[in-house]
């Protein structure tokens, strides 16, 4: 073993009560930073999965003028068969055609205007969580069906309930005057006010009959799996539709880039209480080394008088924090690991996340995500700190002077 390193782990040792109270600090800081941004990475894989899945979905496939101009017209033929084919080359029923347009509602009392979105009902429920938040009435059953189902809110300035009809007025995709009469078969709550009051779904096969859109439609929703899987899915996707040149295949970043902006704007503010820890533990080590400096003038002024040049006498005090610093990654990042990965089975719930969840049909627990990354990021810089932090006391030996060492009580 090299002869700096022996001697950094025998001086260690030679006060174990503060080397234990220094390694312990680390150790702490490391096990509460894995913890922590395990469970930071694990809400954010849980915000973004239940945001994609209450509408929007992992990608889409659209015409390409459609994200940035969403218009009825910009819309693509034989919609319901490349849905098909997507399911059958993906394997999964997580594929959901769609058609969107605008339009306005009334009853008998009142009109308001809205969004109306037309839904395959066999595959609708695989891609969104709305057809859950059903409350009152049933899901569609027929693709032709003459039906739709709104919001509660919508339901509610509108003073209608189930079984009652409502007439839509609205433009057709060739300019076409489009008026028709459905049935309210459901009324949803999504607990978002807006959604309630501006959004509607009627049966695909209508919702083309209605706005004369032929065979055609807007989007086609796409989930995977899981969500570190979206890009190969949407990789597999793309060679699907290769051939369509004017269809284009867009991940959930570019469908809600309000969403990827909170989670920037939230680890910001997550770093910068991590940074405050990470601080504390920098000055705990700097306290630590140079007490330690500070104590051994005498053995160092006689070591340099004997001619041990001040470089290798620096590289002990660093060995030393090396040394402190590996043992506080090491043990903190195991516990922290274990404490993260119990958590990723059982899940993580706090009081009235239960009943926050059940009223928007999301999950009741959320669960660390585990990875080399959340592990070592954080273990990672508190050791690089802690090493920057020994430093100083390792460069007050280049301004020691032997005789006057020696001569310090």
């Not at 025998?10 to 234990?20: V, Y």
């Not at 058609?99 to 037309?118: E, W």
Request: proline fraction near 4%.
């Amino acid at each position: 073993m090299n002869i700096t390193l022996r001697m950094a782990w025998r001086n260690l040792w030679r006060h174990k009560r503060r080397t234990w109270l220094t390694v312990g600090a680390m150790i702490f800081s490391n096990l509460l930073l894995v913890f922590l941004i395990s469970l930071q990475f694990g809400s954010y894989r849980m915000m973004i999965d239940n945001t994609l899945r209450s509408y929007t979905g992992h990608m889409q496939v659209q015409n390409k003028t459609y994200n940035d101009d969403p218009k009825i017209r910009n819309s693509f033929a034989a919609i319901i068969p490349l849905a098909d084919e997507i399911r059958h080359q993906l394997g999964t029923d997580s594929v959901a055609a769609r058609g969107v347009a605008f339009a306005m509602t009334s009853s008998k009392q009142r009109s308001y205007g809205l969004q109306i979105i037309g839904v395959e009902p066999d595959f609708e429920t695989r891609v969104s969580t709305l057809p859950g938040l059903i409350n009152k009435g049933h899901y569609f059953t027929d693709i032709n069906a003459e039906e739709i189902i709104i919001g509660s809110v919508l339901a509610r300035n509108l003073r209608v309930d189930i079984g009652d009809e409502l007439t839509l007025l609205g433009s057709g995709r060739d300019g076409s005057f489009a008026a028709g009469i459905v049935i309210v078969t459901a009324i949803f709550e999504s607990g978002v006010a807006d959604i309630d009051r501006s959004m509607a779904q009627v049966p695909l096969g209508y919702f083309q009959s209605l706005f004369s859109m032929g065979d055609g439609g807007h989007n086609i929703v796409i989930n995977a799996e899981d969500l570190p899987l979206v890009p190969l899915v949407q990789q597999n996707v793309n060679d699907i539709v290769h051939q369509r040149k004017e269809l284009a295949v867009l991940g959930w970043n570019k469908l809600q880039p309000g969403l990827k902006q909170a989670i920037q704007a939230d680890m910001a503010s997550a770093w910068f209480m991590y940074a405050v820890l990470i601080v504390l533990v920098a000055f705990s080590v700097l306290n630590t080394q140079l007490m330690s400096v500070l104590e051994r003038t005498r053995e160092f002024g006689t070591m340099m008088a004997l001619g041990v040049k001040p470089i290798r006498l620096g590289s002990l005090v660093i060995t030393e924090t090396f040394i402190m610093s590996s043992l506080g990654l090491a043990i903190g990042a195991v516990l922290g690991s274990a404490l993260a990965y119990y958590l990723s089975i059982v899940g993580f719930s706090y009081p009235g996340m239960e009943e926050m969840a059940g009223k928007f049909n999301l999950p009741d627990r959320m669960y660390p995500s585990l990875s080399p990354l959340s592990i070592f990021l954080g273990p990672g810089i508190v050791f690089f700190c802690s090493l920057l932090a020994s430093i100083y006391p390792a460069l007050r030996l280049f301004f020691l002077q032997p005789v006057s060492a020696m001569k310090a009580v």
